[in-house]
């Protein structure tokens, strides 16, 4: 059974960063796509960048050149490093992982995954 474990969530000030994390347990790390979403409240889950199994990155336009998504096969954990946080980047912040996702920015191509964390990015 594959289970997705975020952490690193929490309360920062505008212009903060954050690190958070995706232990994954369970099934073979190095053969999945990993991708983290976000949801704000009243809002549609929406994508946030994604590392293919061999590396290959997209990020979503708002947190481009802002946002750092990293992984490490050998701790099976993948990260996202959340750099000049803005208030619009509050949301419970989720990972997810699939070994076959043709279309990556859709939540849908993702089986797996975490319970979420909370980002609270105050003003």
């Known amino acids: 059974q594959v289970q997705l474990l975020e952490s690193g969530g929490g309360l920062v000030q505008t212009g903060g960063s954050l690190t958070l994390s995706c232990l994954v347990s369970g099934g073979t790390f190095s053969t999945y796509t990993m991708g983290w979403f976000r949801q704000a409240p009243g809002k549609e889950r929406e994508f946030v960048a994604r590392i293919s199994r061999i590396g290959v990155i997209i990020y979503a336009n708002s947190v481009k050149g802002r946002f750092t998504i990293s992984r490490d096969n050998a701790k099976k954990t993948m990260y996202l490093r959340m750099n000049s946080l803005k208030s619009e980047d509050t949301a419970v912040y989720y990972c997810?992982?699939?070994?076959?996702?043709?279309?990556?920015?859709?939540?849908?191509?993702?089986?797996?995954w975490g319970h979420g964390t909370q980002v609270t990015v105050s003003s």
């Open positions: 997810a992982a699939d070994s076959s996702v043709l279309v990556p920015t859709a939540a849908s191509q993702y089986n797996y």
